[in-house]
């Protein structure tokens, strides 16, 4: 009998605990922006060597499989070292202003930036590199069929699924109330050299879940203008 009553207590209580509201396991998204704003929104200043991360990429196989890829893990070095890149950044594939007219621009200028000493052109975007495939199949850019590739054959699109390299970057921006997004990140663009930053165009007002979303200073021209300028 007194084993009993000690566990119908200890039920009793354990049943009563589960409708006690667990205050310390949870953060408000006010907190989380907060969080997100102390430890990864200060942006990286021009000079300073960019993230080292493992991107998760999609490569391109000998397949008839109407999604000819395989996974491919390749390091900041890989798509970086060695090369003068025209990155711009955006929050999301498929959203209206990154595909009506940043991806647009850039794919538009890309010739021409190569022509200005840039050895390649990124598009980079918190989202996977399913997506982005499919947000790249949808605005029309031409595939790049052949094995080992990572996707088109113009403008690079570079999936940064877990928000590591737009962390360290000091670009997240949480727009988890006012459009549901959660963690993507800030619009910007920069020139990278060798793995530092040459130079960087951020977009202004750069706060935690904004309403604005400014397109003035990361687009396609602006970047066509510093280019010529060097």
Known sequence: MKFATV?????????ARAFVPRATGLMSTRMMSAVAATDFSTPISEGSAI???????????????????????LSTSDLFKGKRIALFSLPGAFTPTCSSTHLPGYEAAYEEMKNLGVDEVYCLSVNDAFVMRQWGLSQGLEEDKT????????????????ALFTRGMGMSSTWTENRGFGERS?????????????????????????????????????????????
């Open 51 to 73: 993230p080292d991360i493992t991107w998760k990429t999609r490569s391109r196989i000998e397949s008839s499989d109407e999604n000819p890829f395989d996974w491919k893990d």
């Open 7 to 15: 566990l119908t207590s200890s039920l009793l209580v354990g049943s």
């Open 186 to 230: 800030w619009r910007y663009s920069a020139v990278i050299d060798d793995c530092k930053v040459e130079k960087l165009f951020i977009e202004p007002g750069f706060i935690q879940d904004s309403d604005p979303d400014p397109f003035e200073v990361s687009d396609a021209g602006t970047m066509m203008n510093y280019l010529k300028s060097k």
């Open 147 to 162: 094995v080992g590739s990572l996707g088109f054959k113009k403008v690079k699109l570079l999936p940064d699924g877990a």
